[in-house]
């Protein structure tokens, strides 16, 4: 039973312009999101986080936005550079001991 | 501030094996989850080890064991494997205060024939 869906397997997008991610989540006891990055032959790498009682959460180029009554969140990337092409994972725990559950991922490809 | 390393990086075992995956975690962390990544999947959650306990399971069958150290060092055990083990074994590290990010290691890639 996969808690977290990442639908878009796959997104290209031009350099500078905005990469949207999204991925969306079940069950609603989840509280604490993140998104990691992984490159080829390395472990995930941890991006950004958002809890469940905020509904935005920026870093630098990096915003992810919550939407709790659609179960929803996405990951924005303004502006887009070739460095970002990774898999990216949306993941989200119930508590607090960061027993993460993954989505499936989505690769994105930055075009120069 | 050492990161959460893995060892060995690459493993082939033979079905019906046994195999030992081991896990130092980043320096000051307590907590050591294990992940199992099958190839186009998501890391899915097999246990987590706090203060040397085990403190939570995902849905992985009981030949999938572990055990963690003083140290907060850990290992993922796994009997009599079988062909479907074949995955991407990823150790992350985190502090057991909740709410914070999970620190990956570059994962232990095992392929049974």
């Known amino acids: 039973d996969q808690q977290v869906k990442q639908n878009s397997p796959s997104l290209s997008v031009q350099e500078g312009r905005i990469s949207i991610l999204n991925c969306d989540y079940t069950?609603?006891?989840?509280?604490?999101f993140l998104w990691y990055k992984k490159y080829p032959a390395e472990g995930p790498t941890f991006l950004i986080s958002?809890?469940?009682?905020?509904d935005k959460n920026e870093d630098g180029r990096f915003t992810v936005f919550l939407n709790k009554s659609a179960k929803h969140l996405s990951l924005h990337i303004v502006p887009s550079q070739p460095g970002d092409s990774a898999v990216y994972f949306c993941?989200?725990?119930?508590?607090?001991?960061?027993?993460?559950?993954f989505g499936t991922g989505t690769s994105l490809t930055v075009i120069p | 501030e050492t990161g959460v390393t893995q060892s060995p990086t690459h493993l082939i075992k033979t079905r019906g094996q046994q195999v030992t995956l081991r896990c130092s975690s980043q320096?000051?962390?307590?907590?050591v989850s294990w992940y199992q990544q099958a190839l186009g999947q998501g890391p899915q959650f097999i246990f987590q080890?706090?203060?040397?306990?085990?403190?939570g399971r995902g849905n992985f069958p009981p030949r999938f064991s572990g055990l963690q150290f003083p140290n907060y060092s850990s290992e993922l055990n796994v009997n009599a494997l079988e062909l479907d083990d074949s995955a991407l074994y990823l150790c992350?590290?985190?502090?057991?205060?909740?709410?914070?990010?999970?620190?990956f290691g570059q994962g232990t890639r095992l392929t049974v024939v």
């Open positions: 080890y706090y203060r040397e306990e085990e403190n």
């Open positions: 993941a989200a725990s119930a508590n607090t001991g960061n027993q993460f559950y």
């Open positions: 320096s000051g962390h307590n907590t």
């Open positions: 992350a590290s985190s502090f057991w205060t909740g709410g914070g990010e999970a620190f």
């Open positions: 958002i809890s469940s009682i905020k």
């Open positions: 069950n609603s006891m989840f509280d604490y």
